[in-house]
């Protein structure tokens, strides 16, 4: 084979080569990320709080959108000076004072998906696949303690899909911020798809039917903490 010939099928090697699935490098979340999450979290809460009460109004106490305001704008003040070691921590102590400081369902409920989240993440930083599969944990938690699924119009119902759609983004090597955004878009379109359902747990159950056609403030409010995330992410 000539010189020519040689490089000639060497440059059409390189031309053909497949391009890896994704973002290869894996970027983890930090400290500073995870303040900022609940930062935006707590903004979030406070400019949708009359749109989270309007919702609530129609299918249950219309206190949602107070209680989560008033929820972390405490979580602000608790994280202020604090110092953890790692991102657990942060997601740890959200949860402990969502927990102590918002009535209702939604206190537990939050509470219990950010300490589930914190207590799988031991280091200082989360890497992505770690990330994922806090998550999961912290699904597995809420699930637990509300005994809901997939359909009953709550929270679940955006959750779920944001996490499927966090894990599998991660899982195909994507960034953790387009992850981030993909669950956001999902959460946002299961909040959505709650207006279509009759809902089966919580006080909106005893409506029967005319729960019908009304979007569940907590699955809502669900999809409002994952655009926070994404903004955090991708910022």
């Known amino acids: 084979m000539t010189g020519q010939a040689r490089q000639e099928t060497q440059e059409t090697w390189v031309r053909c080569e497949p391009d890896p699935p994704?973002?290869?490098?894996?970027?983890?979340?930090?400290?500073?990320?995870?303040?900022?999450?609940?930062?935006?979290?707590?903004?979030?809460?406070?400019?949708?709080?009359?749109?989270l009460t309007q919702l609530d109004s129609a299918i249950g106490?219309?206190?949602?959108?107070?209680?989560?305001?008033?929820?972390?704008?405490?979580?602000?003040?608790?994280l202020d000076g604090y110092e953890p070691a790692g991102v657990g921590d942060v997601l740890v102590k959200t949860g402990t004072t969502l927990i102590s400081s918002v009535g209702g369902?939604?206190?537990?409920?939050y509470g219990t998906f950010f300490r589930a989240?914190?207590?799988?993440?031991?280091?200082?930083?989360?890497?992505?696949?770690q990330?994922?599969?806090?998550?999961?944990?912290?699904?597995?938690?809420?699930?637990?303690?509300g005994a809901a699924v997939p359909g009953d119009k709550t929270m679940v119902d955006a959750?779920?899909?944001?996490?499927?759609?966090?894990?599998?983004?991660?899982e195909d090597g994507q960034d953790v911020g387009v992850a981030a955004e993909r669950a956001a878009t999902a959460a946002e379109a299961g909040a959505?798809?709650?207006i279509a359902l009759q809902?089966?747990?919580?006080?909106?159950?005893?409506?029967?039917?005319?729960?019908?056609?009304?979007?569940?403030?907590?699955?809502?409010?669900?999809?409002?903490?994952?655009?926070a995330l994404a903004e955090a992410l991708t910022s």
């Open 22 to 51: 994704g973002d290869s490098e894996e970027r983890p979340v930090d400290i500073h990320q995870t303040r900022i999450w609940v930062r935006a979290i707590t903004a979030a809460m406070d400019q949708n709080k009359d749109r």
């Open 61 to 78: 106490d219309a206190d949602h959108g107070v209680n989560m305001q008033r929820g972390f704008t405490a979580v602000a003040a608790a």
């Open 105 to 109: 369902a939604a206190g537990p409920l």
């Open 117 to 129: 989240v914190g207590k799988q993440l031991t280091g200082p930083v989360a890497e992505p696949a």
């Open 131 to 145: 990330l994922a599969a806090a998550f999961e944990a912290g699904l597995a938690g809420v699930q637990k303690l």
């Open 159 to 170: 959750l779920a899909p944001a996490l499927a759609a966090f894990g599998a983004a991660i």
């Open 192 to 194: 959505q798809e709650t």
């Open 199 to 227: 809902a089966r747990k919580g006080r909106a159950s005893y409506l029967g039917p005319r729960s019908i056609g009304h979007q569940d403030p907590g699955a809502t409010s669900t999809a409002l903490v994952f655009r």
